[in-house]
């Protein structure tokens, strides 16, 4: 039987596949770093891993050391130039993430070192934050599993406790300092008092919305009516609210009863003022805004908070007493919180746990005006 004679096949030599200079490499050991391409990222990758090896000393081990800073290093640079490549794997770590934070701190360090780091450095940060966000955890499936469960509201309401104690905290200092009662402020300082002043106290209401929304948003805190001053109950609204109009350089006005002595419930009345009031000095940038009570016949008093600001669209007055609402684009499945956030929710609850209905009249670029009206007979001063 013949066989076939096969020519043999003449192998082409193997040529040495090209690497990128950023290519992740499976063994990066001390030398990697010298691949890093920017020399200011790659002296700071040094940097850290000196200071590393003399706190840990091989804990990590050398090389893994360096070659996560090898990739951090890289994906840093690339992020610089307009990359969205994935970061590799190695550095969605807790090692990696915990030496991104020394590379970002030992930058920062030699800031001030040389022109060159000065006029680099921003870009430089900018691309840290970016490789940051892309190695972070994404915590989003574990929260709305825990938001959406049988204790997610309790959660919400934890929350918002743990909020609210450091921000009294902080709206308490502001309002010292802006006093003087700590000593003498200029007027730069001043301002940007008021705006912590007003950050802070916009946190805070919204953590008290959420607290008063979880228990049904109509729990009034008196379980009676009680003697009160409407003028006095003004004031506090004004003491609290008076850095914001300062800040926006507002007009506050006040108009007030001459039977000053009601019965009825103050707290829940000045929370509703409250909000009705930062609401409008939100949304007015110059003029003024007016609380008023006005006497409505011997025992009953009408609240007004009006401002000439631009007023509330007419699209959204149906829904401007719902906490969310759907957002008007593509996306109607979405919700967000209303312009209004959750505090004239709030209010109209609180309004109708008096007795009454909260009331909206509103023209575009003319003002809006929110009132109510109250059973409060009058008293004796004491």
């Not at 969205?84 to 030992?106: F, K, N, T």
């Not at 919305?209 to 109509?218: E, M, P, R, Y």
Request: proline fraction near 6%.
């Amino acid at each position: 039987m013949l066989q076939r004679r096969v020519a043999p096949r003449r192998l082409q030599p193997v040529q040495p596949r090209a690497e990128s200079q950023c290519a992740p490499r499976q063994h990066a050991g001390l030398e990697a770093l010298d691949t890093v391409p920017s020399p200011l990222l790659q002296a700071a990758a040094r940097r850290v891993e000196a200071r590393w090896h003399n706190e840990y000393g091989d804990r990590f081990g050398a090389e893994q050391v360096a070659g996560l800073l090898r990739v951090l290093g890289c994906a840093v640079w690339e992020r610089q130039q307009g990359s969205q490549a994935p970061v590799d794997a190695r550095a969605h770590s807790v090692l990696g993430r915990r030496l991104l934070e020394l590379l970002r701190a030992e930058l920062i360090r030699t800031w001030g070192e040389d022109s060159t780091a000065a006029v680099q450095m921003p870009a430089m940060l900018a691309g840290i934050e970016r490789v940051r966000e892309s190695i972070e955890p994404d915590w989003t499936p574990y929260f709305a599993s825990r938001l959406s469960g049988p204790d997610g509201l309790e959660l919400l309401v934890q929350v918002a406790h743990d909020l609210r104690s450091p921000l009294t905290s902080v709206l308490f200092l502001a309002d010292t300092l802006l006093r003087d009662q700590s000593g003498p402020v200029n007027e730069l300082q001043r301002r940007q008092l008021r705006l912590i002043y007003g950050a802070s106290l916009g946190l805070s209401a919204l953590a008290d919305d959420v607290i008063t929304l979880a228990k049904g948003g109509d729990h009034l805190v008196e379980d009676n009516p009680v003697p009160f001053s409407v003028t006095a109950m003004f004031m506090s609204v004004r003491d609290i609210v008076r850095p914001i109009a300062e800040e926006k350089d507002l007009s506050l006005r006040f108009v007030v009863l001459s039977t000053d002595h009601r019965r009825g419930y103050p707290l829940a009345v000045t929370r509703v003022l409250l909000n009705l009031t930062t609401n409008a000095l939100k949304f007015t940038e110059e003029g003024f805004v007016e609380i008023a009570a006005r006497e409505v016949g011997e025992r009953e008093v009408e609240f007004a908070v009006s401002d000439n600001g631009k007023g509330i669209d007419a699209g959204v007055l149906d829904t401007v007493y719902q906490p969310f609402r759907r957002v008007a684009g593509p996306d109607r499945s979405a919700f967000c919180f209303s312009r209004a956030g959750l505090g004239l929710a709030i209010s109209r609850e609180l309004v109708r746990a008096m007795g009454s209905e909260l009331s909206v009249a509103t023209r575009p670029e003319r003002g809006t005006r929110f009132s109510f009206t109250l059973h409060l007979p009058p008293v004796r001063e004491s």
